[in-house]
């Protein structure tokens, strides 16, 4: 019991690394272009509305989140995909968009419409990435302060594969600054894949020690620690007491 224990202990431990590793390979491999990702835009014009506008975008590396408020001068870019209504740009970009309710947009588990009080006006990108479920995420903002003094994007959990260090304060938009690597959990998400790549190791891991029982079986020796007991296995083994009553 203790061995399969410490099986189960390992797999675990692994089936979370496997979970980073995939988020980061998707996150590397993902287009860098963040009009290629097919998309929806709502805006939330209430008078109780934290933000005007959301965006969400997906591919099957991950999602992006995206939401702004009181920075329509600043970012004519984004103010303009993420209009009411939505646009659709022409070919080459697969982006569509339509007015939905933002409720309909954002999964609960993001923060990316809870404000910064010290911005007037902000614009966040929220970057997730993993498989089969979205497993970590990273989170880009810029603001403009009450005198309109534009803050420049400020990455949080996320690494520079570069540098492995934080990504520097940029003057541009997420992914023209380059790619980085995702830190902050998702939950469940990161509970869902590390379970489900923990399982796949496990099963790796009984597949090899039943293979290796077999071969240890048909050499004559005892399955369990390889003491040779000859071929003669009915009797059981006096090192380790396998196959032996009690």
């Known amino acids: 019991m203790p061995r399969q224990l410490t099986r189960i202990l390992i797999c675990t431990i692994l089936g979370a690394l496997t979970t980073i590793i995939v988020a980061w390979e998707r996150a590397m491999s993902a287009p860098g272009n963040p009009m290629r990702w097919r998309g929806y835009s709502a805006t939330d014009e209430s008078p109780s509305a934290t933000f005007s506008t959301y965006g969400r975008m997906d591919r099957p590396e991950g999602v992006l989140l995206s939401s702004q408020r009181g920075i329509s001068n600043f970012f004519p870019s984004i103010a303009s995909v993420n209009a009411p209504g939505g646009i659709r740009p022409s070919p080459p970009y697969h982006y569509f968009a339509e007015e ?147």
């Open 100 to 246: 939905i309710s933002s409720k309909d947009i954002l999964p609960w588990w993001t923060d990316i419409d809870e404000p910064a009080p010290s911005f007037a006006g902000e614009a966040r990108w929220l970057a997730a990435f993993g498989w089969p479920a979205v497993s970590m995420c990273y989170m880009s903002v810029c603001g403009v302060d009450a005198a309109g003094t534009v803050i420049p994007w400020t990455y949080t959990g996320a690494i520079d594969p570069k540098t492995w260090s934080s990504p520097a304060t940029v003057n541009q938009l997420m992914f023209d600054a380059g790619r980085f690597l995702p830190l902050r959990p998702v939950w469940p998400g990161f509970a869902i894949d590390a379970l489900f790549y923990g399982s796949l190791w496990f099963a790796l891991a009984c597949a090899f020690v039943s293979a290796k029982r077999r071969l240890r079986t048909f050499r004559g020796r005892c399955p369990r620690c390889a003491y040779d007991l000859r071929g003669r296995l009915a009797a059981g083994c006096p090192e380790c007491g396998w196959n032996r009553a009690e």
